[in-house]
């Protein structure tokens, strides 16, 4: 923590104090300084005033001090230093310019604390760190009404003092994204209780969560000038505001997950069997279902459900969940649709979101058409909206087609550009790893899968030059690598020569055949657990009419913007890694492929730099810009205006280091004399923080796109 620190040896002893003994009383903590802020450059909240009063009354009362200010440039580092917290008193639109914002970042990073009452939510819409900061940015509001709040977390010393519901007049919030996933929701809204709630049952209004090295606590509370003068809303303000400056510790990491149930384990039920099938979890499924069967699970609760997660498998017809309480025609909690996966050891994942009033054990009950339907191989019921090991929507293109004589017996790629490895390799930025080898799986292989999941994407796209070859033969090994981090895979499939349509629909059925039951091979739940196949130039083909022979089976996307070229295809992307600077035909191919029911996979790349790799090359590149770039790349994306609404989005690369767009981590010391950049001033970070600034930028994005889509 950088924080200038003014306080004297007594204090810090008693600051410290105030840290390890949990709760304390408010009196017995150590002096500290709050700045609180209320700049509008949008609408003015009447109550501003009444807020400041508050926050100045609280502070007498319980030894801390209140500058307010509406004045931007109090933002600086130096400044900010002399305060433990920040509040952020209904400040609306862009009220702090570029300088100002790297200091509240720097400030809250390095061990500040934020607080953000109501409108702060409605303030700074073009700076992604601070839509991170607050939690969810402000979306819309019904009129001044009584709604029922509702404690889930009665520790925090915001709302330690609070009972279990909460009736108050104010104006209610509804977010652009769920915040759920990554704050510790200490309040939400019960939106049966009033009218113009839009988030769908599950209605965070408070929050808090670590940023950083510091803390950042939001409330949706606070419209109405009356709300100052109400002592609970006013001791919710005094536990947010200690809480922030470090004087309250409190829990603050999100509360998510649940134990996952074998289907199979139904203590009584109508209809269904056990089902041995070898790749199940503990070798057997949920089986033999058919329409209005039922499996009851005594031992599973429902009450306060709110999210069904299940692994599903179908060579029958598919069908539906119904999740129900206490009986089979008990409450009706959610439903979710089963889709054919293709075979009954294929499986795939699905979800439901619940609501009703839950009073009994877990009951399914299934239904669909004639025949055999589904299996269920296991299950989990949650009380909160489970987090995502990563995003099936962002794709990041893999290449494992390197090699050392460690492993390989020789070099493999590394040498491009007529280079000597391995301190002398064909890119301009070096790999954290070192010139690795694609086959050494329990080290290089193993660690780029826990990258990848850093990186917040669940697919990457694996770069596939024909059977039997040095790809085909690592592929196994790769998936095995990714299925222990959650990670699926989906093919790029490269122009190897004499490649026709017809040998690529061969390519594509091997690869359903060889790969298709391996758990880590990705299939799309959204599209009937289809298979995903990448063409990379695609144009050279002209007649792609055999694809028609796997289009029950296989998302397939040509690479390309100009929708008279994808007859056949299931959708298009792009893969070039400068382009998405521009975004040249994104819109117009996104608004095609949604009317048409395709696929559209935009791709980004963070920059663009092959001057090792291949000497003299007249390839325009695209300089990193500390971040710059990626960022106006995803941004572009993302903009329906622009990117045109993406299906996925995929990324150029994890590991393309002949031209320099690799988000996998580049060392931040390379050997000297060979000119290597490095990842340093990416995103404000140096050094070996740099390394995987990349990783954590994409994270940021993918969680982005999911919240906007969601």
């Given at each position: 923590?950088?924080?200038?620190?003014?306080?004297?040896?007594?204090?810090?002893?008693?600051?410290?104090?105030?840290?390890?003994?949990?709760?304390?009383?408010?009196?017995?903590?150590?002096?500290?300084?709050?700045?609180?802020?209320?700049?509008?450059?949008?609408?003015?909240?009447?109550?501003?005033?009444?807020?400041?009063?508050?926050?100045?009354?609280?502070?007498?009362?319980?030894?801390?001090?209140?500058?307010?200010?509406?004045?931007?440039?109090?933002?600086?580092?130096?400044?900010?230093?002399?305060?433990?917290?920040?509040?952020?008193?209904?400040?609306?639109?862009?009220?702090?310019?570029?300088?100002?914002?790297?200091?509240?970042?720097?400030?809250?990073?390095?061990?500040?604390?934020?607080?953000?009452?109501?409108?702060?939510?409605?303030?700074?819409?073009?700076?992604?760190?601070?839509?991170?900061?607050?939690?969810?940015?402000?979306?819309?509001?019904?009129?001044?009404?009584?709604?029922?709040?509702?404690?889930?977390?009665?520790?925090?010393?915001?709302?330690?003092?609070?009972?279990?519901?909460?009736?108050?007049?104010?104006?209610?919030?509804?977010?652009?994204?769920?915040?759920?996933?990554?704050?510790?929701?200490?309040?939400?809204?019960?939106?049966?209780?009033?009218?113009?709630?839009?988030?769908?049952?599950?209605?965070?209004?408070?929050?808090?969560?670590?940023?950083?090295?510091?803390?950042?606590?939001?409330?949706?509370?606070?419209?109405?000038?009356?709300?100052?003068?109400?002592?609970?809303?006013?001791?919710?303000?005094?536990?947010?505001?200690?809480?922030?400056?470090?004087?309250?510790?409190?829990?603050?990491?999100?509360?998510?997950?649940?134990?996952?149930?074998?289907?199979?384990?139904?203590?009584?039920?109508?209809?269904?069997?056990?089902?041995?099938?070898?790749?199940?979890?503990?070798?057997?499924?949920?089986?033999?279902?058919?329409?209005?069967?039922?499996?009851?699970?005594?031992?599973?609760?429902?009450?306060?459900?709110?999210?069904?997660?299940?692994?599903?498998?179908?060579?029958?017809?598919?069908?539906?969940?119904?999740?129900?309480?206490?009986?089979?025609?008990?409450?009706?909690?959610?439903?979710?649709?089963?889709?054919?996966?293709?075979?009954?050891?294929?499986?795939?994942?699905?979800?439901?979101?619940?609501?009703?009033?839950?009073?009994?054990?877990?009951?399914?009950?299934?239904?669909?058409?004639?025949?055999?339907?589904?299996?269920?191989?296991?299950?989990?019921?949650?009380?909160?909206?489970?987090?995502?090991?990563?995003?099936?929507?962002?794709?990041?293109?893999?290449?494992?087609?390197?090699?050392?004589?460690?492993?390989?017996?020789?070099?493999?790629?590394?040498?491009?550009?007529?280079?000597?490895?391995?301190?002398?390799?064909?890119?301009?930025?070096?790999?954290?790893?070192?010139?690795?080898?694609?086959?050494?799986?329990?080290?290089?292989?193993?660690?780029?899968?826990?990258?990848?999941?850093?990186?917040?994407?669940?697919?990457?796209?694996?770069?596939?030059?024909?059977?039997?070859?040095?790809?085909?033969?690592?592929?196994?090994?790769?998936?095995?690598?990714a299925a222990k981090e959650d990670i699926k895979v989906a093919w790029h499939l490269e122009p190897y020569a004499d490649r026709t349509a017809a040998s690529t629909v061969e390519d594509i059925e091997y690869l359903n055949a060889t790969y298709g039951s391996h758990p880590a091979f990705y299939r799309s739940a959204a599209h009937g657990g289809k298979s995903a196949f990448y063409v990379f130039e695609s144009l050279r083909i002209s007649d792609w009419s055999a694809l028609d022979a796997v289009d029950d089976t296989s998302i397939v996307l040509a690479q390309t913007t100009d929708t008279t070229k994808i007859a056949h295809f299931s959708g298009l992307y792009t893969y070039d890694g400068i382009a998405g600077a521009t975004a040249p035909g994104w819109k117009q191919a996104g608004e095609y492929a949604r009317a048409n029911?395709?696929?559209?996979?935009?791709?980004?790349?963070?920059?663009?730099?092959?001057?090792?790799?291949?000497?003299?090359?007249?390839?325009?590149?695209?300089?990193?810009?500390?971040?710059?770039?990626?960022?106006?790349?995803?941004?572009?994306?993302?903009?329906?205006?622009?990117?045109?609404?993406?299906?996925?989005?995929?990324?150029?690369?994890?590991?393309?280091?002949?031209?320099?767009?690799?988000?996998?981590?580049?060392?931040?010391?390379?050997?000297?004399?060979?000119?290597?950049?490095?990842?340093?001033?990416?995103?404000?970070?140096?050094?070996?923080?740099?390394?995987?600034?990349?990783?954590?930028?994409?994270?940021?994005?993918?969680?982005?796109?999911?919240?906007?889509?969601?």
């Amino acid at each position: 923590m950088r924080k200038l620190l003014r306080r004297g040896p007594a204090a810090m002893v008693l600051a410290l104090a105030a840290t390890l003994l949990a709760p304390v009383p408010a009196a017995a903590a150590a002096p500290f300084d709050v700045l609180v802020f209320s700049k509008t450059a949008g609408f003015r909240h009447d109550s501003i005033p009444a807020g400041i009063d508050a926050l100045r009354a609280l502070g007498q009362a319980n030894d801390f001090t209140v500058t307010a200010t509406e004045d931007s440039a109090v933002f600086t580092e130096e400044n900010l230093a002399g305060y433990e917290a920040v509040v952020f008193l209904n400040t609306t639109g862009d009220v702090l310019d570029s300088s100002r914002q790297s200091a509240l970042e720097s400030y809250v990073d390095s061990g500040g604390g934020y607080v953000g009452v109501h409108a702060a939510a409605d303030t700074e819409y073009d700076w992604p760190y601070y839509g991170q900061l607050v939690g969810a940015w402000f979306k819309s509001h019904p009129s001044i009404q009584q709604a029922t709040v509702v404690t889930e977390d009665r520790e925090h010393p915001a709302t330690a003092h609070l009972g279990a519901t909460w009736s108050r007049t104010d104006e209610w919030y509804n977010y652009r994204a769920n915040p759920r996933s990554g704050v510790r929701v200490l309040q939400s809204l019960d939106e049966s209780t009033y009218s113009g709630g839009e988030m769908a049952g599950d209605h965070p209004i408070t929050w808090c969560h670590a940023q950083g090295q510091g803390r950042s606590f939001y409330t949706g509370l606070g419209h109405t000038a009356e709300s100052y003068a109400d002592p609970a809303f006013r001791t919710l303000l005094l536990g947010a505001v200690r809480y922030a400056a470090g004087q309250a510790p409190a829990d603050c990491s999100p509360r998510t997950g649940a134990a996952t149930v074998e289907a199979e384990s139904f203590t009584s039920g109508s209809g269904v069997q056990r089902a041995p099938h070898a790749p199940a979890s503990g070798g057997a499924t949920l089986g033999h279902i058919d329409h209005g069967d039922w499996a009851a699970y005594s031992t599973v609760p429902t009450d306060g459900a709110r999210r069904f997660t299940a692994q599903v498998s179908s060579a029958g017809t598919g069908g539906t969940i119904e999740i129900r309480s206490g009986s089979a025609d008990g409450t009706l909690l959610g439903t979710v649709d089963v889709p054919v996966t293709g075979g009954w050891e294929t499986f795939t994942t699905v979800t439901a979101e619940l609501g009703g009033t839950a009073s009994g054990p877990l009951v399914l009950r299934f239904t669909g058409g004639s025949g055999a339907l589904f299996d269920v191989d296991t299950f989990a019921l949650s009380t909160e909206p489970a987090a995502e090991a990563g995003s099936s929507d962002v794709h990041l293109f893999y290449y494992p087609w390197y090699g050392s004589p460690q492993v390989h017996g020789t070099w493999r790629h590394w040498q491009q550009g007529g280079r000597t490895p391995p301190e002398d390799i064909g890119a301009d930025f070096y790999p954290a790893l070192g010139p690795y080898d694609s086959g050494d799986m329990a080290d290089a292989v193993a660690q780029h899968m826990r990258w990848v999941k850093q990186s917040g994407a669940g697919v990457i796209v694996y770069s596939w030059w024909g059977r039997g070859g040095y790809e085909d033969r690592l592929a196994k090994g790769v998936l095995d690598a990714a299925a222990k981090e959650d990670i699926k895979v989906a093919w790029h499939l490269e122009p190897y020569a004499d490649r026709t349509a017809a040998s690529t629909v061969e390519d594509i059925e091997y690869l359903n055949a060889t790969y298709g039951s391996h758990p880590a091979f990705y299939r799309s739940a959204a599209h009937g657990g289809k298979s995903a196949f990448y063409v990379f130039e695609s144009l050279r083909i002209s007649d792609w009419s055999a694809l028609d022979a796997v289009d029950d089976t296989s998302i397939v996307l040509a690479q390309t913007t100009d929708t008279t070229k994808i007859a056949h295809f299931s959708g298009l992307y792009t893969y070039d890694g400068i382009a998405g600077a521009t975004a040249p035909g994104w819109k117009q191919a996104g608004e095609y492929a949604r009317a048409n029911g395709l696929v559209w996979a935009p791709s980004v790349a963070p920059g663009y730099l092959d001057d090792r790799a291949v000497p003299g090359n007249t390839t325009p590149t695209v300089e990193r810009a500390d971040g710059a770039a990626y960022d106006r790349q995803w941004n572009n994306a993302l903009d329906p205006a622009i990117g045109g609404s993406p299906t996925w989005v995929s990324v150029t690369s994890f590991n393309e280091w002949h031209e320099g767009s690799s988000i996998e981590p580049a060392d931040s010391s390379p050997p000297d004399g060979h000119g290597y950049l490095t990842f340093d001033g990416a995103y404000g970070k140096e050094g070996e923080a740099a390394e995987t600034a990349y990783l954590d930028r994409t994270a940021y994005w993918a969680d982005r796109f999911e919240k906007a889509r969601r």
